[in-house]
């Protein structure tokens, strides 16, 4: 198999203070903070890989905003996108982050392909492989299955969603979106309500706000918070702020972070009723008005309206919603970009 090595982002791609914009102000370049082969979580990463990638995706906005968002930095390298679940933002997204670099990029879904023949994950991963395919973008219903692909062959791994466990892209772009809205996160206190139990979402910004310093606090009814969170290191998390009342949890916030529903925990009986769910919280004006004045929501989305969220707040002033979407293309060239470049 050819390697190819990406070539270097254009001068014009970097940020205004040139290559310490682009590659953090690391003396080698930033090459000593990155050699990671693979992206599957962000339990293990350290800050100094954090930063990168943020400053990174700052230079991937600036090439995204040229009249013809496109650059060879990629060439060579072939994508392939492999969805197991649905999704619209990840999937769409990556595919562009790719083509805006350079890349071939392959989209697959589980639907058509031969996994519904029975093929398993790891001979689609060989298979990938052999046509070429550098990088795998791997989303898939099992927590833990794209280290199972990352340790099947040489093929990079990023981790597009698996199961409850991490969704990290959808982690740093969060982290990239509330910076660039409230500013350095150390000390910041950030709530997340919803449905932390079972959301991969929640487990990557959690992992990824304490590493910046912020304070995290999670709310949702018991049913949904997982067990013994609050307590070191439980449940394999940082520690972090519990509250089971929306009200309390939002006062003096800097921003809130609702996740979505997933309605299928209404016939596991884990939820009275939709209706008692979003009286106690629904993140809506009337609550927002006890965090700080001009507090941000964020949603990775796709939401329920009217449910976890108000219309009002989803497309409102303070919503991050769309700056999300859009700061995923940016943040997701950046990973791409920072896998590929020493190979
Ligand atoms: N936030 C997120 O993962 O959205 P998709 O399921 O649409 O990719």
């Known amino acids: 198999m050819v390697r190819s090595r990406p070539a270097a982002l254009p001068e014009s791609a970097q940020a205004p203070n040139g290559a310490a914009s682009l590659e953090a102000p690391q003396p080698d ?124 062959g040489d093929a990079q791994v990023v981790n597009a969603g698996d199961g409850w466990h991490a969704h990290p892209t959808q982690g740093l772009l969060d982290l990239y979106t509330l910076r660039a809205a409230i500013g350095p996160l150390a000390g910041k206190r950030i709530v997340i309500v919803g449905d932390v139990a079972h959301s991969r979402v929640a487990r990557s910004d959690i992992w990824g706000l304490s590493r910046l310093g912020a304070d995290v606090v999670v709310c949702g009814p018991p049913t949904l918070l997982p067990a013994e969170l609050g307590s070191e290191h439980a449940a394999g998390l940082p520690p972090v702020a519990v509250e089971t009342d929306l009200d309390r949890a939002v006062e003096d916030a800097d921003a809130v972070m609702t996740l979505r529903l997933q309605q299928e925990r209404m016939t596991a009986g884990l939820l009275p009723s939709l209706r008692e769910y979003s009286r106690l919280y629904q993140v809506n004006e009337e609550r927002m008005a006890r965090a700080r004045p001009g507090a941000p929501v964020l949603h990775p989305g796709p939401m329920n309206e009217g449910v976890e969220i108000s219309a009002a707040v989803a497309h409102g002033a303070r919503s991050l919603v769309e700056e999300q979407v859009t700061n ?13 470049r020493d190979q």
């Open 29 to 152: 370049g930033g090459a000593a903070v990155w050699q990671r082969r693979h992206v599957l979580d962000l339990d293990d990463f350290r800050v100094d890989e954090i930063e990168i990638i943020l400053e990174t995706a700052k230079a991937m906005k600036e090439v995204l905003a040229r009249e013809v968002a496109r650059v060879p930095t990629l060439r060579g390298t072939t994508i392939v996108t492999l969805f197991y679940e649905a999704s619209t933002r990840t999937r769409a997204s990556f595919e562009l982050a790719g083509k805006v670099l350079g890349a071939d990029v392959i989209n697959l879904t589980a639907a058509g392909s031969s996994i519904e023949k029975g093929e398993s994950l790891i001979d689609t991963v060989r298979t990938l492989r052999a046509i070429g395919a550098h990088v795998l973008v791997l989303r898939h219903p099992m927590s833990g299955a794209p280290y199972l692909a990352a340790a099947e």
């Open 328 to 340: 995923g293309v940016a943040v997701r060239m950046a990973v791409l970009y920072l896998l590929r």
